[in-house]
């Protein structure tokens, strides 16, 4: 199995920027594509971008396109997301995740489910 350890969350200033990195290891020959989730206090679980750990392609949820940018280093086995004008509604614990291979499936990439496995998470404050 894949283990994911996240960094680089803190405390900052709305408007400000943050870089989160998610270091895998493990079978991380195995691994299909990436994504970050993040929940809030009380809240559900949701999506905020993925990339495919192949060819790139990326995707993001509507509340962070234009601000937020995932990429991953296949050398170092690294995925990241930088955040930029940050909001306070970005408040949250931020979590990284491993899609395995599956062969002959549609990769539903803003689906909990779809991932294998996850990371403990790293906090995010944004203050006003």
């Known amino acids: 199995q894949v283990q994911l350890v996240e960094s680089g969350g803190g405390l900052v200033q709305a408007g400000g920027s943050l870089r989160l990195s998610c270091a895998a290891s493990?079978?991380?020959?195995?691994?299909?594509?990436m994504g970050w989730f993040r929940q809030a206090l009380g809240e559900e679980r949701e999506f905020v971008a993925a990339v495919s750990w192949s060819d790139g392609r990326t995707w993001y949820a509507d509340s962070v396109k234009g601000r937020f940018t995932i990429s991953r280093d296949n050398a170092k086995n690294t995925l990241y997301l930088q955040m930029n004008s940050l909001k306070p509604e970005d408040t949250a614990i931020y979590y990284c995740?491993?899609?395995?291979?599956?062969?002959?499936?549609?990769?539903?990439?803003?689906?909990?489910?779809?991932?294998?496995?996850w990371g403990q998470g790293t906090q995010v404050t944004v203050s006003s």
């Open positions: 493990g079978r991380t020959f195995t691994t299909y594509a």
């Open positions: 995740a491993d899609k395995t291979f599956v062969y002959g499936s549609t990769f539903l990439e803003s689906v909990e489910a779809e991932y294998d496995a």
